[in-house]
């Protein structure tokens, strides 16, 4: 494990949580972050159901010629493809354009990213901001392919992994994770593994609702920031 991935202080947080201490394991353990995805997200539907159909109106009436939901084809637990919803928040021809600022990627394909990303239109930059573009996945929370916390779903399959990847293939993906509240959004793939693997060495019901409380304080925290 590379420890410089954390913090001094990032470190003794995460070295809190002590595999060998924790009160629920294995079957136990999955059974109680089942239900509380499913709690959590029923509960919270009356504020975000209704968001869904407001942020979709804005995103057709702004950027029309697409619709304002797509699925793109994401790695999930055991190496299975499914399709993970998301708002657009780019202009309708995104993809194509892909090929032509390939050259301003600033990591290590297959995995794609640039800093003010001029395919990304007004309205999905402050959907992203605020990480409401990834709004829709409670949906695949509720059908079983997502949980709450876990590793981020890849686009590319499985086959592209190196042998010691596949260990985030042995739970669900998740809507955050370590690397969603460590702060370092220009992390490789091999970094991020890094992360993913600590979270699946500790993974906990307390690990889960201490990564949910923080990721809500880093989204209030980035879209408070200028």
């Known amino acids: 494990m590379t420890m410089t991935l954390f913090t001094t202080k990032e470190m003794s947080w995460i070295n809190s949580f002590d595999p060998n201490k924790r009160v629920f394991k294995n079957g ?124 981020r779903p890849t686009s590319f399959g499985s086959e592209t992994y190196k042998l010691w990847h596949t260990e985030r293939l042995d739970v669900l993906p998740g809507l955050t994770g370590l690397w969603q509240i460590v702060g370092r959004a220009q992390l490789e793939f091999d970094d991020r593994l890094r992360l993913d693997i600590t979270y699946i060495e500790r993974a906990s019901i307390w690990l889960d609702i201490n990564i949910l409380v923080r990721t809500i304080f880093a989204v209030f925290k980035q879209k408070g920031a200028h």
Do not use: C
Not at 55 to 74: K, M, N
Not at 90 to 109: D, F, G, I, R, S
Not at 124 to 146: A, C, H, W, Y
């Open 28 to 151: 136990a353990y999955y059974f109680l972050k089942r239900s509380m995805d499913l709690t959590l997200v029923l509960l919270s539907m009356p504020l975000w159901a209704p968001l869904l159909l407001v942020i979709g109106v804005l995103i057709t009436v702004t950027s029309p010629g697409a619709p304002a939901w797509f699925t793109q084809l994401r790695t999930g637990k055991g190496g299975k493809r499914f399709r993970m919803y998301k708002f657009r928040s780019m202009v309708p021809n995104a993809e194509e354009l892909k090929k032509t600022y390939m050259h301003l990627n600033e990591l290590q394909w297959p995995d794609f990213k640039i800093t003010n990303d001029p395919r990304v239109t007004k309205v999905g930059k402050f959907l992203r901001k605020t990480s409401l573009d990834e709004l829709p996945q409670l949906i695949n929370v509720l059908k079983g392919e997502m949980s709450l916390v876990g590793p």
